[in-house]
Nanobody, 115 residues
Framework: QVQLVESGGGLVQAGGSLRLSCAAS????????MGWYRQAPGKQRELVAS???????DYADSVKGRFAISRDNAKKTVYLQMNSLKSEDTAVYYC?????????WGKGTLVTVSS
């Protein structure tokens, strides 16, 4: 079982920035594809960004050019740098760890963007 603990959420004004962190408890962190998802009230959970073990990054169209995902395998942590935040970015952000046959979720961190 892998524990994922998110941090860094909070209240920010539109146009501001936040950096989310997700620390993982696994010794094979580098093998996982790590992702950030979000779920806004009344909406389905959606993929925001992901990064593979080979550092290939993918982003939702809505965040391209504003968000950046990165990972530090030595610290077993994945980050999401969020810039130029908009009110529509308000959501609970969840960290995900994916490996063949294994799929783990964090409990989420709330990001609220005020307009």
């Amino acid at each position: 079982q892998v524990q994922l603990v998110e941090s860094g959420g909070g209240l920010v004004q539109a146009g501001g920035s936040l950096r989310l962190s997700c620390a993982a408890s696994t010794s094979i962190f580098s093998a996982y594809t790590m992702g950030w998802y979000r779920q806004a009230p009344g909406k389905q959970r959606e993929l925001v960004a992901s990064i593979t073990s080979g550092d290939r990054e993918d982003y939702a169209d809505s965040v391209k050019g504003r968000f950046a995902i990165s990972r530090d395998n030595a610290k077993k942590t994945v980050y999401l740098q969020m810039n130029s935040l908009k009110s529509e970015d308000t959501a609970v952000y969840y960290c995900n760890a994916l490996l063949i046959g294994k799929n783990y979720w964090g409990k989420g961190t709330l990001v609220t963007v005020s307009s």
